[in-house]
């Protein structure tokens, strides 16, 4: 495909030391440094991973690429016996310049997406993943989940810059992964000089399935406002009314109960406006400020909270969006959406700032759609994890370095494409940024060095079995429950005389 891309100003030559090709060259030059054991093979792979011009099936096929030098064999020697400083590529991706919004805000969008290995059995670290689209409803699958975090961009566009990737394990609770991934994240992007003191809160979005309360109690001393969609039965509570004069007994703790169920209960304080979705239409939005849920020990993530002491009241704002129906289209259902802001649902504009940031977060599916279907983030067949983690930073940078190249590419494209101005390189799609990156990575330059020439080992005698066999590990499961539902609990003996 790369032949046939049309380049203006005929063959490329090397860029200057600032501008695209020099913030380019200079990240390839620091991933050069991150690898630290076979580099020069890790490096290689992932140009070719990023010049091939087609699906990424397998690694073998990767060797057939100009830019990966070296035969299959050391491909995957590279990824298995390689070794990537990860800290130090964290770092590196945490300075690269974040999508720019108009407000100055920041948006992260966390989700978990898996690498599904049902046929490994010599794979340790699985545990049952959840896959959508195989069948009716929701099934499992064995495979490694990554927990990944991406900073979003606004505009139509399909880029998110992907920011770190934590697998999780059969033993590990998802929620203290999170809250800690995040708080490395936010971390990370202060000390770049992306936050600093008196900006507003970084918003961080996620879809259904984690415990945005917890979170946020998690979390609380740092500079972030979660946004997550919520079930659409959930109950949640207005601030206790005031204690009338005289009244005896323990002060209530909880007011009105919002149920999102039950349109009974949404009368009171809160808002409600019409507004425009660049992709739904119009909707109705609502909004309920100072709402909390009503924690105790059968919630999820706080069981192990102290017996006697008291549980927290961490209000926040509830939002509901609801759809106004296409002519020849089913209604949609609403959607239900809790913010840790607690003060957000008493203004117009702080409560769109919020909603629209959550529809914003399905653009890391984009992402990931793009990196198993392109870059074949989950083709090689690996036993081993952390060959599998190393195999993802690697595409993690790969993707990095096409975010950094888009305005190098933006003017080459194949015939039947349109022209994209040089001065909106988000327009271009990360597809059309691969297609050209033979011609950025000619201005950036490579820091790697020519492959030695060598000749292929004997391998295994023709005839002979093999004798070391893998041990099977079996796929672990999610940490069950600790506690009892007073239904579960057993009834003790009462005591007589």
Not at 56 to 83: K, M, Q
Not at 174 to 182: I, K, N, P, S, Y
Not at 370 to 379: A, E, N, S, V, Y
Request: positive net charge; contains cysteine; hydrophobic residues 40%.
């Amino acid at each position: 495909m790369n032949a046939t891309l049309s380049c203006p100003g005929g063959v490329p030559q090397p860029g200057p030391a600032g501008g695209p090709a020099g913030l380019l060259r200079g990240f390839r030059d620091e991933l050069y440094r991150c690898l630290t054991s076979r580099r020069d093979g890790l490096f290689c792979l992932g140009d070719a991973v990023l010049c091939c011009g087609g699906r990424v099936t397998d690694l073998a096929r990767l060797s057939l690429v100009p830019e990966a030098g070296r035969g299959h064999g050391g491909l995957y020697d590279a990824v298995s016996a390689g070794r990537v400083e990860v800290a130090r590529l964290r770092r590196a991706v945490a300075g690269l310049a974040l999508p720019a919004w108009p407000d100055g805000r920041i948006r992260l969008a966390v989700d978990v997406t898996s690498w599904l290995r049902p046929d490994a059995g010599a794979s340790p670290g699985r545990m049952y993943c959840h896959v959508r689209g195989r069948g009716k409803g929701a099934q499992v699958a064995p495979g490694w989940p990554y927990s990944m975090v991406a900073a979003l961009g606004p505009g139509a566009s399909s880029w998110a810059l992907l920011l770190d990737a934590v697998r999780l394990g059969p033993g590990d609770d998802e929620r203290a992964v999170t809250a800690a991934q995040l708080r490395e994240v936010v971390t990370r992007l202060a000390a770049a000089g992306h936050w600093r003191d008196g900006d507003p809160p970084v918003i961080v979005v996620m879809d259904a399935g984690y415990s945005p309360v917890q979170l946020a109690w998690l979390l609380r001393d740092l500079p972030v406002t979660i946004v997550a969609r919520v079930r659409s039965d959930r109950v949640f509570y207005r601030p206790a009314l005031p204690r009338a004069p005289g009244a005896r007994g323990r002060p209530a703790r909880h007011g009105p109960p919002v149920r999102c169920a039950d349109p009974a209960t949404w009368g009171g304080p809160g808002t409600d406006t019409a507004a425009a979705a660049a992709r739904h239409g119009p909707v109705r939005v609502t909004a309920w400020p100072r709402v909390h849920q009503a924690l105790h020990r059968a919630c999820g993530g706080w069981e192990d909270w102290p017996p006697m002491k008291e549980y927290p009241l961490i209000e926040g704002t509830l939002i509901r969006l609801a759809v106004r129906p296409s002519p020849g289209r089913p209604p949609r259902d609403p959607v239900w959406i809790w913010a840790s802001a607690p003060d957000a649902g008493a203004g117009e504009a702080a409560t769109a700032t919020l909603w629209q940031a959550y529809l914003r977060r399905f653009d890391i599916e984009h992402v990931f759609k793009f990196l198993k279907g392109q870059l074949g983030w989950d083709k090689p067949l690996l036993r081993d994890p952390a060959a599998a983690d190393r195999w993802t930073w690697l595409l993690i940078a790969c993707h990095a370095q096409l975010h950094l190249a888009r305005p190098l590419t933006a003017g080459a494209r194949l015939p039947w494409q349109r022209p994209q101005g040089p001065g909106h390189p988000e327009a271009l799609t990360p597809g059309r940024a691969r297609a050209a990156f033979r011609d950025a990575r000619h201005l950036a330059g490579t820091p790697a060095s020519a492959a030695k020439t060598t000749r292929p080992g004997p391998g295994r005698p023709k005839g002979s079995k093999n004798k070391r066999k893998a041990p099977r590990h079996p796929v672990g499961k999610r940490p069950t429950r600790t506690y009892k539902t007073a239904g579960q609990r057993a009834k003790k003996t009462k005591q007589t005389g």
